[in-house]
């Protein structure tokens, strides 16, 4: 029997929600976002151990997550999520919008995609271990 593949993002929006609620914020699905206390939050999904990630290891090390295409001003909050091909392992990056803006670089792909950003966190990167200290699993930062 074939194992039905689950998108990457919807694993990633159900693990938020239930986060978020199990913290007792009120969540609304807006589209691909969520809508909390008025603000907007955007949830990307990584597969840190997919065919990408596998093959793009670098003097970095393994890839932890890479997320692209992001638009911070369409969110307040983003929530990037990685987590194992099996579904486990599951690791919540929290940003706030200017974080983005100011932490993260411009993404290269087909230069047509001008604002947009993106990040890859790799485990051997003193970056990636700044962002990782600043950003795992601090909720704190989405204001009740």
Known sequence: MDIPKINTNRFAQNVVSD????REFSVIQSGRNFMVNQKIINVRGCNYDNDWA?????KKGAVLGGWDKLNPEKFDYLIC?????????VRYFIFTQKEVLL?????TLGGRERGLK???LFENDEESHRIIKDSENRWCKIKR
């Open 19 to 22: 986060e978020l609620k199990k």
């Open 118 to 120: 993106n990040l890859t």
């Open 103 to 107: 932490l993260f670089p411009i993404t």
């Open 54 to 58: 596998r093959n793009f290891r670098t």
């Open 81 to 89: 999520v990685s987590f194992s091909e099996a579904f486990n392992n």
